[in-house]
């Protein structure tokens, strides 16, 4: 697509109605700068989600200077929080949008930061469009839930494959009992293995050269075993029928939820963790961190007590992953308290604003971030 404008796009004929295409040049490479100068001195990477806002807002985006500046200190690799799902992408079956996306992959892009893709797939049905829910597969549902599948990952694959160096195929299939979520377009194809399995191929052909990933809410926390062990069954049963997926995404929402102690909570979660990790790179699989975050809501209002808490727990977590040499890409889901999503979603009992990730709503660094370099200093080599 390089050269090719959005106009000479549509007048090229496709069948499908693809905005938000303009020429791309080659990514560059981000100088090392921040956290990811630490990570790229062991062989790692840590970047962000980041979010589309008009010019200005104040928002996690890049239209925001002052998350700008967050974003070009310390990362090296990028994600869409929301502006590459289904829900923005795809208002109707027939057409693409593509404006958001396309503009913040300018940004990356022109910043030499590296984008991944998030998601093609997500497959909860309270997260897919209305229209693919409501869907009338027709004569021949499993011919038809391929088209429509297919449709969307070899869109995205033809046009983004050269700039996404790694996608979510799948995201949130595994259901808290361990089993695979069912949907309408699962059912159209007959089962969702079958419609796992033809996502991961599609991707492949659509973007030979990124990484492959299934994604999902993996985390050390506690009572997620059957959780746990239906994400196993899935990614052992790729293995043996060659589904060509490359890499687990931990999304690493961690959290203190309880009055324990943090000392007690990771000699409580790390066995049955890093048993886990062993497992899934023992199938050879690759490993990143797609979402970190930490959820303080069991946590005392005092800012300082808090602050070190949550650093202390993120440091545990972060060492024990990071001894994954499998692991390289570390993402946390925002480079400021201000505007994580958690603050809508999970508010503390005692209202006061939470404080999940790196830079506090004055853009000051906190604990967490002094957590992060020095999870990098201490992480081996790969
Ligand atoms: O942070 C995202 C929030 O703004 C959206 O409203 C929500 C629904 O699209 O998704 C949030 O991001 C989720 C991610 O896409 C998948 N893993 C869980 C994340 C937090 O819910």
Not at 334 to 354: A, E, H
Request: hydrophobic share 40%.
């Amino acid at each position: 697509m390089t050269g090719m404008t959005r106009r000479e796009m549509l007048a090229a004929g496709t069948a499908l109605a693809v905005n938000g295409l303009a020429g791309k040049a080659a990514a560059q490479t981000a100088p090392a700068t921040g956290l990811n100068a630490l990570a790229a001195a062991k062989g790692m990477r840590f970047g962000s989600c980041f979010a589309w806002a008009p010019a200005g807002a104040d928002r996690g985006s890049f239209a925001n200077p002052a998350y700008a500046a967050l974003l070009e200190r310390d990362c090296g690799v990028l994600v869409p929080e929301n502006e590459f799902k289904w829900q923005a992408l795809r208002p109707d079956a027939t057409t693409f949008n593509f404006d958001r996306f396309s503009d913040m992959l300018d940004y990356a892009e022109a910043k030499g930061m590296a984008m991944r893709g998030h998601t093609l797939f997500w497959h909860k049905t309270e997260r897919m469009p209305r229209w693919l829910n409501d869907y009338d597969f027709g004569a021949d549902p499993p011919k038809s839930a391929r088209t429509v599948l297919g449709q969307h990952i070899r869109t995205a694959g033809k046009y983004f494959g050269d700039h996404i160096y790694s996608f979510d195929v799948v995201n949130e299939t595994v259901s808290e009992q361990g089993a695979l979520r069912e949907s309408a377009l699962s059912r159209a194809f007959g089962g969702t293995e079958a419609m796992l399995d033809f996502a991961f191929h599609t991707a492949r052909t659509a973007a030979p050269k990124s990484q492959l990933v299934y994604n999902d809410y993996m985390s050390w926390e506690p009572g997620n075993d059957a959780f746990r062990t239906g994400v196993l069954r899935m990614l052992e049963g790729f293995k043996k029928r060659g589904v060509p997926c490359d890499a687990l995404g931990l999304q690493s929402h961690i959290g203190i939820r309880s009055n324990d102690s943090v000392k007690s909570l990771v000699a409580g979660q790390e066995r049955a963790w890093r048993g886990f990790l062993d497992e899934v790179t023992g199938m050879g699989y690759q490993l990143l961190i797609t979402e970190f975050d930490v959820n303080d809501r069991g946590l005392p209002a005092d800012i300082e007590k808090r602050d070190r808490a949550v650093a202390d727990y993120a440091k545990a977590y972060l060492d024990i992953c990071f001894s994954y040499t499998q692991l390289k890409d570390v993402l946390a889901w925002g480079m400021c308290d201000k505007y994580s999503w958690l603050q809508g979603f999970s508010p503390r009992g005692d209202k006061q604003p939470m404080r999940p990730v790196l830079y506090d709503a004055g853009f000051k660094p906190k604990p967490l971030y002094a957590a992060f370099e020095n999870a990098f200093k201490a992480a081996p080599g790969r």
